[in-house]
Every structure is written in C-alpha cells, then in structure tokens.
C-alpha cells in the first residue's frame, strides 16, 4: 500500500442554521455542552487573544495549520469527459488552543475552514467554517479519558485514519478512554461520525447513521511490535454490490511490525463479520484482507529504500446468495493505493513495488508502481470510500489498472514544507470493457505552514 503523504480566496458563506453543540446531541452531561461553546467562542475571538494569554501562562499553546493545495486532473473515474476532471485549487486553516491545568485536566478546541474553488463542492472538499476539535481530557495514573469532538487514527492507518489528503480532516464526536502498562498502549472508545455540511457554518452534526466502536491495543518493540484489536462499524444505508442496506460489521485483526537491522516489514490480518438488512433479505457478512509491507534500506547515498507491497482483499463472489463477502476497509485514507485516489481497498489483488530516496536532510522523494486487479469476476471495483465506481456488468476480466506515482517533499522551514506529487494511471482490461477508459494524468502542489 502507498504512504500516506504529508485547496481559494474567500468562500461566500450561507446563512447558518442553529448552532447545537455534539455534547448536547449525544446527550451529554450540559457542563460539556458548555464547555464546547466556550472553547468555539474563545477561538472566535481570534489568535491574538490566544497569544496574550499565552504569554500569562505556560498553560496555553495556540496554534495555526495552513495548507494551500493545487492539482489537477485530466479524467475523472477513467471519463475524460466527466465535469469533475478539471483543475482544483483548496485551501485549509485551522487554528486552536491546547490547554493543560495544573491538575489532571486538559483540553483542546480548533476552528477549521475549508474552502475550494473548481472541484466539487461536497463534505470532503468543504466546510466553509465549524469546530474542528472540542474536548476535554481526565488524565489519571497511566490513563485518561476524552470526552468530546475529536480525531481518531488507529495503527498504519488502513481501517482508521485522520484523512489528511482530503480537504477535510475526519472527525468524531463520543468518549475515548486511552492507557498505558509497560510496553503495551490501548485505547477503548466509541464514536459517531460528524457528518460535515460543506455550505453553511457551525452545522456539522453527530451522524447517528455511522458509529464506530472497539478495543485497540499495541505493544511496541523496535524489533517486533504487535496490534491486535477489534473494532464494531455501524452504518446506515450502506451501498454495496449486494444494493443498499443497513450493516452491522464486526471487523478483529493483528497487525505485525518492525525493523531488523537494514529490514523493515509491516504486515496485517483482517477478518470481518456481520448482518446486512435488506428488510426481507438478511445477509450474513464474512470478508476478510491480508495486507503485507516489507523493505530494505541501504547504507548508500541519498538513503535509498526500496519495498514490495502485496495486497489482497474480498470480494462477493456470487449475488443474492445470502451471503456479503466484500471486505469494507471502513475509515481509510484516501490516498490508498496511489497519490490520485482512484481506487479504493475491496475485492482487490494488489502488488505496490516502491523506492524512497532522501537527497538531503530537506528533501524527499519517492516513486512507485500500482499494479490493480479484482479478486472476484462478479463483484465490481470500488472506490477509496467504498463506493462502486464500477460495476462487472458482465466481463470476467481481473485486470483493472496500473498506475505510476512519484513525489517530493521540501522541508523549506521548520514551519514551512512545499510538497509534489503526479500520477498516470492506465486502465486495463475491465475498464476497457465497461465504460469509459481513458488514461489519467494527475498533478499536485502543496504548501503548508504550521505555527
């Protein structure tokens, strides 16, 4: 699988509708409900009085992230002709305090805005302005617990990620509580879904429709590291091949990591299991992915690295057969296989050679190849989300598409970092027999700022 690598002007703003915070939405207790509207309005006032009381307390921190990003792509889904092949230019601020009393208290709030201008215009793309972040931590002896509006990454980021390729960073509203003993670290949590309103401010709302539960546990080691977790995904009107339906998905896993010597690997197993509703028709889910990373680096110049990636995941092998076997990677990045995020990981064969490279302590690049198949000839092709961007529509060919990335990072500060990145993609057998085919030639430029 790919790495994960680190949108203009002013956007008019609809009228917004009536602010409800996520603590009152989850029924909270109404001192955090409080407790989000203060954090909101302090941050409204502006990074000026942050500073001021910065420089009274060594409590507070602010901060601001800003991120310019150009690209552009000259086909959309493998359609030359799609009005979503164009070019993109987004931008995305937040700022926000860190606040840690001399107890056990902490806390966070973050504004963000995200604005575009060419693309679409929907929740990944933009939220004009809303809270970003918003709760408050208890941390006891090895422990803590945050309550409120908040982010949620869990290990090499395949099922969970932040989703920072995307315009708008993912964020969840609920309780998480966090330990550590020895060398093992968990976190127990459970989580809905904000479901961001791109027009409009301070409208993002707690989506009951997706819920997300479960046990993460990790013990590092330089030589071997271990996960092992278990996660529950709820989701409302999930559309699959199967059609659409309710889910309840069950997913367990181990993920195993490390280094040895010049070695490095990072190798997952994943099991799924669950009931699709389709009012008259329940579906047992049994999906499963296998997802392994191994490299080699050199005591060479410019440190080179090169890795082989071999992937494999689910998919339904016959409709109607009461049975859902198509594997669902539930909260992923976005930038999955490659820098274009075409594809997405279900009912896939995929093997990712690659090469890293760092000329300087500054500079960083890296290039690879993405060879695409469908394991199951009656399932479709799915994209970064989970969407079908294509269905089988009879073909039995496995091929889908290859794909050739290479990017570059610039550390131009300690604050500042200008980033590269271009893909062309080719489509393959399957998509030549099913739609539209045409190859895709994408290109980005990123500058971000962090103070």
């Known amino acids: 699988m790919s790495r994960a690598l680190l949108f203009s002007g002013p956007s008019p703003l609809a ?44 409590s507070w921190r602010p901060f601001l992230e800003l991120r310019e990003r150009f690209s552009y792509l000259d086909a959309f889904d493998f359609d030359s002709r ?29 504004l963000v805005s995200a604005v575009n201008r060419g693309g679409q215009v929907n929740p990944v793309e933009r939220n004009n302005l809303d809270i970003q972040e918003a709760w408050l931590r208890y941390s006891g002896d090895g422990w803590s617990a945050t309550l409120g509006r908040q982010q949620l990454r869990l290990g090499s980021q395949r099922l969970v990620a932040l989703r920072l390729g995307t315009n708008v960073v993912r964020t969840w509203d609920g309780l998480k509580f966090s330990g550590e003993s020895g060398n093992w670290r968990w976190d127990l949590f459970g989580l809905q879904l904000v479901q961001v309103e791109p027009n409009g401010s301070f409208n993002d709302e707690s989506d009951s429709g997706r819920t997300l539960a479960g046990l993460y546990a990790t013990r590092g080691s330089e030589a071997l590291g271990v996960d092992f977790y278990y996660l529950y995904a ?15 998905r069950h997913t367990v896993g181990t993920r195993l990591f490390g280094e040895r010597g010049s070695w490095f690997w990072n190798w997952e197993t994943i099991y799924q299991f669950g009931e699709q509703d ?12 296998l997802a392994t990373n191994t490299g080699y680096r050199f005591s060479a110049p410019w440190s ?5 990636s071999i992937n494999v995941a689910s998919g339904d092998e016959r409709r109607g057969d009461g049975r859902l076997e198509t594997f669902d990677a539930l909260y992923p990045r976005g930038n ?4 274009l995020a075409q594809l997405g990981p279900s009912n896939f064969v995929n093997v990712n050679p690659y090469l890293t490279l760092e000329p300087s302590e500054r500079l960083s690049l890296s290039f690879d190849l993405n060879l695409y198949w469908r394991r199951e000839a009656a399932d479709g092709v799915y994209g970064p989300p989970g969407n079908i ?23 131009l500060s300690k604050n500042h970092q200008l980033g590269l990145a271009i ?29």
């Open 423 to 451: 893909t062309h993609s080719r489509p393959e057998r399957f998509i030549e027999e099913t739609g539209p085919s045409a190859n895709t030639n994408f290109i980005e430029f990123t500058f971000e700022a962090r103070y």
């Open 304 to 308: 080179p690295a090169v890795m082989m």
């Open 15 to 58: 009228a917004p509708r009536p602010f409800t915070s996520c603590a009152a939405r989850l029924r909270c207790p109404r001192w955090l409900a409080g407790l989000e509207v203060l954090l909101g309005a302090t941050l409204l006032a502006g990074s000026a009085s942050f500073c001021a009381l910065a420089q009274d307390s060594e």
């Open 389 to 411: 961007i294509r269905e089988p529509s009879g073909s039995n060919a496995r091929f889908v598409n290859t794909a050739f990335s290479a990017s570059a990072q610039l550390a």
């Open 278 to 289: 389709q009012g008259a028709q329940q579906q047992d889910i049994r999906a499963w992915s």
């Open 82 to 110: 799609s009005p979503d092949a164009n070019g993109l230019w987004a931008q995305r601020l937040h700022v926000g305090t860190d606040y840690q009393s001399k107890g056990p208290l902490s806390a966070r709030g973050v």
């Open 234 to 248: 709820r989701f409302d009107q999930r559309r699959t091949i199967e059609g659409l339906a309710d889910q309840d």
């Open 336 to 339: 999955y296989f490659s820098e």
